[in-house]
């Protein structure tokens, strides 16, 4: 599990007894942004927002595959803005998430903000500076 700033934690696939492990130890918040199905034997997003139910704590499903759709971006933007902390974000790695989490703090942060951060955690993922880039720059304009 890798931290991020504002007490976001990004990592590879979750299962029911790491989400319970990982609320015993304070954890309020999931983002699950592994489509179904991936790998065989992957916990199905219906489970995992069973057991969230279950254990009492927020999930949110804004699985990523592929490309990067505005409906997710913005999905990912208002889960991490309003999600109760401290957040997992989860998807067979972690890149994805840490991507996600890119652009959903690229206004506060940056785009050399949050690329270093999330460098720091451990991820490369200058490949997606130009995009980054144009999202700060269209989001800027409409502000």
């Known amino acids: 599990m890798r931290e991020l700033?504002?007490?976001v934690f990004v990592t590879g696939?979750?299962?029911l007894m790491t989400m319970t492990a990982l609320v015993e130890?304070?954890?309020m918040s999931f983002i699950n942004n592994r489509p179904d199905n991936e790998a065989v034997m992957q916990p199905s997003a219906d489970s995992l927002a069973a057991a969230a139910k279950e254990l009492g704590v927020d999930y949110r499903n804004i699985p990523m595959a592929g490309g990067i759709p505005q409906t997710t971006l913005?999905?990912?933007h208002k889960a991490f803005a309003t999600m109760p902390r401290?957040?997992?974000a989860f998807c067979a790695s972690g890149m994805r998430s840490a991507a996600l989490w890119c652009f959903a703090?690229?206004?506060s942060l940056?785009?050399?903000g949050v690329l270093a951060a999330v460098t720091e955690a451990g991820y490369s993922l200058a490949q997606i500076k130009p995009m980054l880039e144009e999202f700060e720059g269209r989001n800027k304009g409409n502000g």
């Open 110 to 112: 940056g785009v050399d």
């Open 74 to 76: 913005d999905a990912s």
């Open 13 to 15: 696939q979750l299962d």
């Open 105 to 107: 703090h690229v206004d």
């Open 5 to 7: 700033p504002g007490d």
């Open 86 to 88: 401290p957040i997992v």
């Open 25 to 27: 130890q304070g954890v």
